[in-house]
């Protein structure tokens, strides 16, 4: 036995074999049923060639073949490589490239892209095709590239678990959402994925947990209802699925976030937990409850006890409308990257909200580092902001990519510290105050301005219902302060005016000194921000503003 994601599925399995495990829609399976299946799918890939190490893709929304594709792949000691349904043709070429893709198992919607993008991989050899959640009836050609359906390649497949001995150091990559730029594989070692992301540590004391603590507490009555809103292709969605799985914990998931279905899931199965991505999940649904509680039949959200934001800002306002219509839940914002996993937590009530940025409490091994890369005292520097780290169980590095592994993956008195880039300002009791990440800091006349926090002061404007801020060339500044902007249904907001209402919140340095209107905040499939898209469209917008001033005057 080892340390292995598949190992501490499979003592779960033991533990609770009738239990149910995972719901989509209205169909459920017990934990034998995974297990069956996911065996039945890792002989199939064993059969075609894929070995040890190999890498295996998975492209699809969230459905239950999306869960037996993960565990197979691990059962195998395969590397599972998560991919973004929403690339485009060369995305999707970038990413087979890069990690080096042997297996593919697709939804079938998405057949017509693979057919494009199969003829430029000669290591892609072997396209498993699950059908469409949403459209099971999808008939696209799977023929193009070769391409097996699901029920067919498992359908005289052995159920038995008769796979080889693995390791704590078989390899698990989490591609990143590329947010700043290519995404990048994070390769994690099993036993330290676990550690950090699985449960495998208790995230306040730092506790190691033993191999089988997760599966006694699956064989216990009573475990949870989980309902993690992010695609299983995010990390922290998957790491969520993982660690309820070992556990023993009932994990429901959606293909498509809708507010509406998702808070007659919440009612109709007595959710007690629920995972979100910040604002752009946690607006549209405190404003479906809202429209709702005005109706004769309003939600209850009676079931819910915890309600947990992360990668992505869950802003004052929104917070404080949540707490007003649920008061009973525990609000916690939680910090990590996939670089890092967990590094820290902060519980929120209506009294200690901040405006500044989450404020969390550093989990074991998280550090804050200076300019020298020196582990800040957290007790002697408060009110100083350097990069946000974290030790112990960290990633290997970046897969192909030695020379960014290095910057990010440091070596401090030695102790390896992965150290992706977010900036913090130490607080009081071990805390910070998270400001973001630090390649989208604006550096205006010399002064540091980090996006969210001026995002989440313009957000409290009623006329803003979302909002990305960059910084953009000036000639007198070097940068200045730009904020992209949805707005509300109906609404507006000009530039002076927001200023003006913003001094109440942000120093004046702070202030965005343009601003432009989008239909729609360019985000990922997680709901996590794309700031080289929003300063594409804010610089496209200055360009045709510029354009429109020279006929004028010509």
Same mark, same amino acid.
């Given at each position: 036995m080892a340390l292995n994601i598949a190992d501490l599925f499979e003592h779960a399995v033991d533990a609770a074999p009738d239990k149910p495990a995972v719901k989509v829609g209205d169909r459920t399976v017990t934990y034998a049923e995974l297990e069956s299946e996911s065996n039945k799918l890792g002989h199939y890939l064993q059969a075609q060639g894929v070995k040890p190490g190999d890498h295996v893709a998975v492209y699809a929304k969230n459905s239950i073949e999306h869960v037996i594709a993960v565990l197979a792949i691990v059962k195998i000691r395969a590397v599972n490589i998560n991919v973004n349904y929403r690339y485009v043709e060369g995305e999707l070429n970038y990413l087979f490239d890069n990690a080096d893709v042997v297996a593919l198992i697709v939804e079938r919607t998405y057949a017509p892209l693979v057919a494009k993008t199969y003829p430029n991989h000669d290591k892609l050899q072997t396209v498993v095709v699950v059908p469409d959640v949403i459209e099971p009836d999808d008939q696209s050609d799977v023929s193009e590239f070769g391409g097996v359906l699901y029920a067919d390649a498992i359908a005289d497949q052995s159920a038995e678990r008769d796979f080889a001995e693995r390791s704590a150091d078989d390899l698990h990559i989490i591609y990143t959402g590329g947010t700043t730029g290519f &995404?990048?594989?994070?390769?994690?070692?099993?036993?330290?994925?676990?550690?950090?992301?699985?449960?495998?540590?208790?995230?306040?004391?730092?506790?190691?947990?033993?191999?089988?603590?997760?599966?006694?507490?699956?064989?216990?009555?009573?475990?949870?209802?989980?309902?993690?809103?992010?695609?299983?292709?995010?990390?922290g969605a998957q790491a969520g699925l993982l660690m309820h799985l070992f556990a023993g914990h009932l994990t429901i998931l959606e293909p498509k976030f809708d507010?509406?279905?998702?808070?007659?899931?919440?009612?109709?199965?007595?959710?007690?937990?629920?995972?979100?991505?910040?604002?752009?999940? @946690?607006? &549209?649904?405190?404003?479906?409850?809202?429209?709702? @509680? @005005?109706?004769?039949?309003?939600?209850?959200?009676?079931?819910?006890?915890?309600?947990?934001?992360s990668a992505a800002i869950f802003s004052p306002e929104v917070k404080e409308r949540w707490i007003d219509a649920l008061p009973n839940p525990v609000y916690t914002d939680s910090v990590g990257a996939s670089e890092t996993g967990f590094q820290g937590m902060g519980m929120q009530d209506k009294t200690h909200i901040s405006s500044d940025g989450p404020v969390v409490g550093l989990g074991p091994n998280s550090v804050v580092l200076d300019e020298q890369n020196n582990v800040l005292d957290l007790a002697t520097n408060v009110g100083k902001v350097g990069r946000l780290g974290r030790g112990?169980?960290?990633?290997?590095?970046?897969?192909?990519?030695?020379?960014?592994? @290095?910057?990010?993956?440091? /070596?401090?008195?030695?102790?390896?510290? +992965?150290? &992706?880039?977010?900036?913090?300002?130490?607080?009081?009791?071990?805390?910070?105050?998270?400001?973001?990440?630090?390649?989208?800091?604006?550096?205006?006349?010399?002064?540091?301005?980090? &996006?969210?926090?001026?995002?989440? #002061?313009?957000?409290?404007?009623?006329? /803003?219902?979302?909002? =990305?801020?960059?910084?953009?060339?000036?000639?007198?500044?070097?940068? +200045?302060?730009? #904020?992209?902007?949805? =707005?509300?249904?109906?609404?507006?907001?000009?530039l002076e005016e927001l200023r003006e209402f913003l001094r109440e919140f942000l120093s004046g340095y702070k202030l965005p000194r343009a601003v432009t209107y989008v239909p729609e905040i360019p985000r990922n499939a997680t709901g996590k921000a794309q700031y080289p898209r929003a300063k594409e469209l804010m610089l496209e917008a200055k360009a045709a503003d510029s354009a429109i001033k020279e006929g004028q005057n010509a």
């Open positions: &995404p990048k594989g994070v390769m994690w070692r099993h036993e330290d994925f676990w550690r950090t992301l699985g449960g495998g540590i208790d995230f306040y004391t730092g506790d190691k947990l033993d191999e089988f603590d997760q599966s006694k507490q699956a064989a216990q009555d009573g475990r949870m209802v989980t309902f993690p809103l992010s695609p299983l292709m995010h990390g507010p509406q279905r998702t808070w007659e899931i919440i009612d109709e199965n007595g959710v007690m937990l629920i995972f979100m991505t910040g604002d752009a999940m @946690a607006r &549209p649904l405190i404003e479906e409850f809202e429209r709702k @509680a @005005a109706t004769d039949a309003p939600y209850t959200g009676a079931s819910l006890f915890a309600v947990s934001s112990g169980s960290v990633p290997v590095g970046y897969y192909k990519d030695e020379k960014k592994s @290095a910057e990010t993956f440091l /070596v401090v008195d030695g102790m390896r510290i +992965s150290v &992706p880039g977010d900036f913090a300002r130490i607080e009081e009791d071990n805390k910070v105050t998270l400001l973001g990440r630090g390649s989208n800091c604006v550096n205006t006349g010399g002064e540091k301005v980090y &996006p969210e926090e001026v995002e989440m #002061a313009i957000k409290r404007h009623p006329a /803003v219902y979302d909002v =990305l801020v960059v910084g953009i060339p000036d000639e007198k500044f070097g940068q +200045s302060v730009a #904020a992209v902007i949805q =707005l509300r249904e109906g609404q507006s907001v000009e």
